[in-house]
Structures are given as C-alpha cells and as structure tokens.
C-alpha cells in the first residue's frame, strides 16, 4: 500500500513557477513509478510528468520544457517544479504510484486526492 497526499497548489499569474509536493508512505515507494496528473474542468485527466525508480523522467509535450519531476527516496517525497505557467495550466494535479518500477503514462494504482493549481492571465 501507498498513501499520497499532494500540496502545493494555488492561485498564480502567467509565467510564476509553482513547485508541487507529493509525500507518500508505505515501504515500498522507493520501488514505485511516480507520475503526476491533472485534469482541468471539463476535460479528461492527462498524463504531465513521471519518474522511475531510477529517476529516469518522462514529459507530455505540452509541459516539456517548463516541468521538472524529481523525487527523494530518503524523505518519500516527489516534487513537481513548474515554470512558466500558463492559463491553460490551470487544473486539479495528482500524483499517482504504481508498483511497477517503470514510467507509465496510464496505469497506476494509487492515486492522492489532488491539489489545485490556477493560473491567471
């Protein structure tokens, strides 16, 4: 089992950074995929960032570039450094653990509750 709880989020202008924060708990985290999430309103949940066990990293286009995923294995605890935030940015973030040690951009099987971030124009 992993527990995860995001923060971090909130209100922006265009072109601020943010830096969300994912702790998990639960023995195995150092073993699992991490990947980070959003999902705007109206729009399905996509896919933004992942990291491995190895901290190998993965990016969706849309947010290469200006995201930045790493993880502390010592503390339990993924960031997600975003920069250059734009409008459409804007979306509830979640980060998501699954067991496989490999990045996927689709199949996790823990998820935390989600933090909101917005950005204003």
């Known amino acids: 089992q992993v527990q995860l709880v995001e923060s971090g989020g909130g209100l922006v202008q265009a072109g601020d950074s943010l830096t969300l924060s994912c702790a998990a708990s639960?023995?195995?985290?150092?073993?699992?995929?991490i990947g980070w999430f959003r999902q705007a309103p109206g729009k399905e949940r996509e896919f933004v960032a992942g990291?491995?066990?190895?901290?190998?990293?993965y990016y969706a286009d849309s947010v290469k570039g200006r995201f930045t995923i790493s993880r502390d294995n010592a503390k339990n605890m993924v960031y997600l450094q975003m920069n250059s935030l734009k409008p459409e940015d804007t979306a509830i973030y979640y980060c998501?653990?699954?067991?496989?040690?490999?990045?996927?951009?689709?199949?996790?099987?823990?998820w935390g509750q989600g933090t909101q971030v917005t950005v204003s124009s």
């Open positions: 990291i491995g066990w190895s901290t190998y990293t």
């Open positions: 639960g023995r195995t985290f150092s073993t699992c995929a």
């Open positions: 998501a653990a699954r067991v496989d040690s490999v990045v996927s951009t689709t199949a996790y099987d823990y």
